[in-house]
């Protein structure tokens, strides 16, 4: 089993900049990717971005070049610094990871960009 704690969320104003960190504890060898999603008020759960252990990582077309995502493996941390906020970014991000699949979430953290 494993534990994901987000924190860094909160209200930011158009353009500004955010940082989430996350980080995972309990059973480590089931983490092999880690990433990011959210979901806002009315809509479906939606990818942010992935970093896998090894490999390229993804990012969702509308933050492409805003958001950038990475991780600290010794401390068994990822991040998602978040740049040039928009309205359309407010919802509640979540952090997963898991060694096949993304198996366990975080209870998520809240993330408002208005003025």
């Known amino acids: 089993q494993v534990q994901l704690v987000e924190s860094g969320g909160g209200l930011v104003q158009p353009g500004g900049s955010l940082r989430l960190s996350c980080v995972a504890s309990?059973?480590?060898?089931?983490?092999?990717?880690m990433g990011w999603y959210r979901q806002a008020p009315g809509k479906e759960r939606e990818l942010v971005a992935i970093i896998p252990s090894a490999g390229i990582t993804v990012y969702a077309d509308s933050v492409k070049g805003r958001f950038f995502i990475s991780r600290d493996s010794a401390k068994n941390t990822v991040y998602l610094q978040m740049n040039s906020l928009k309205p359309e970014d407010t919802a509640v991000y979540y952090c997963t990871c898991g060694r096949v699949s993304f198996d366990y979430w975080g209870q998520g953290t809240q993330v408002t960009v208005s003025s």
């Open positions: 309990g059973s480590i060898f089931e983490i092999n990717a």
